[in-house]
């Protein structure tokens, strides 16, 4: 585990975690206790937390199980994109105009 996350911990949360700390919060993720904000394209997730009264919102690495880093409290989520529907278009069939979804 890289100090990098205890470093933003205590930036943006004004609170001094251990390696202990880390431990629990990663328990609580793989134990569900933790709620899922977003899956990133890179494989990692965003987490929101709650320990020692605080909610903190933190990166995890799931292939590792490390907490990457911290993010700040107000930083905007990245938005979920929906897949495309297939719109129907119009097919001339038999003479007559017919929807056909592709």
């Known amino acids: 585990m890289t100090t990098h996350a205890l470093t933003r911990?205590?930036?943006?949360?004004?609170i001094d975690l251990t390696q202990a700390d880390l431990s629990e919060i990663r328990r609580d993720i793989r134990?569900?206790?933790?709620?899922?904000?977003?899956?990133?394209?890179?494989?990692?997730?965003?987490f929101a937390v709650y320990?020692?009264?605080?909610?903190?919102?933190?990166?995890?690495?799931?292939?590792?199980?490390?907490?990457?880093?911290?993010?700040?409290?107000?930083?905007p989520l990245p938005k979920r994109r929906r897949p495309r529907e297939k719109q129907p278009r119009?097919?001339?069939?038999?003479?007559?105009?017919h929807s056909v979804v592709t």
């Open 9 to 14: 911990a205590k930036e943006r949360y004004d």
């Open 31 to 46: 134990d569900g206790h933790a709620l899922l904000l977003s899956n990133n394209a890179d494989g990692c997730q965003v």
């Open 51 to 75: 320990h020692q009264r605080v909610y903190m919102r933190l990166i995890y690495a799931p292939n590792t199980g490390a907490v990457i880093t911290f993010l700040p409290a107000n930083a």
């Open 90 to 97: 119009k097919v001339w069939r038999d003479g007559r105009m």
